[in-house]
C-alpha cells in the first residue's frame, strides 16, 4: 500500500516582502488595517495574506476587495525598495511590490473577527507582534499551523 506525502508549501523570502510591501501600500492609500498576516491552511496547503479591516461583517467584504484592488493597480514596480521589519528573530527585506500577488491570495476578514480577537487576547498587539511567526501553536482555543504577523492591532 503506497502512502501519500504532502510537502508542506514554503512561504518564501519574496512572498514575506510582497506581503509586507502590499501591507504598507494599504495604510498609505488610507485603509485602516487593523491586522494583517500570512496564514497557513494545512488542508489546501496554501498560504493566504490575511487583511483585516473595521466594518467588513457589515457592509460585506466586495468594497474592501475593491478598495485592496485599487491599490494593487496603482502600484507600479519602481525597482528595489529596501525595508527592513520584523522581530529579531525573523527580519523581512521588502522590495517593491510586484503585481504577481492577486486578489486570489487574499482573505479580508472583519477586524472584530473571532480568530483575530484569539490572536490579540493570546499575542498581545502592537510592535511586539510585528514580524512574529506563530508555528504550531494553540492560542485562545484557535490551532495555528504556521502564520507570519506583519500587523495585529
Not at 500500500?1 to 501600500?25: C, D, F, H, I
Not at 489546501?44 to 468594497?63: A, D, E, F
Amino acid at each position: 500500500m503506497a502512502e501519500e506525502t504532502v510537502v508542506k508549501e514554503t512561504l518564501s523570502q519574496a512572498t514575506l516582502a510582497k506581503g509586507w510591501e502590499l501591507t504598507q501600500r494599504l495604510i498609505e492609500a488610507g485603509l485602516n488595517v487593523r491586522a494583517s498576516l500570512w496564514l497557513y491552511n494545512e488542508e489546501r496547503n496554501s498560504w493566504r495574506l490575511m487583511i483585516g479591516l473595521p466594518n467588513v461583517k457589515k457592509t460585506g467584504p466586495r468594497k474592501a476587495y475593491e478598495q485592496i484592488r485599487a491599490v494593487m493597480s496603482k502600484t507600479r514596480s519602481t525597482g528595489i525598495t529596501p525595508v527592513v521589519t520584523g522581530s529579531q528573530q525573523s527580519p523581512v527585506t521588502a522590495f517593491a511590490y510586484n503585481s504577481d500577488l492577486s486578489l486570489w491570495d487574499i482573505s479580508v476578514i472583519d477586524s472584530k473577527d473571532p480568530f483575530l480577537t484569539a490572536l490579540r487576547k493570546g499575542l498581545g498587539t502592537g510592535k511586539k507582534v510585528e514580524g512574529s511567526r506563530v508555528h504550531r501553536n494553540m492560542i485562545n482555543r484557535v490551532y495555528i499551523d504556521d502564520a507570519y504577523i506583519y500587523r495585529l492591532l
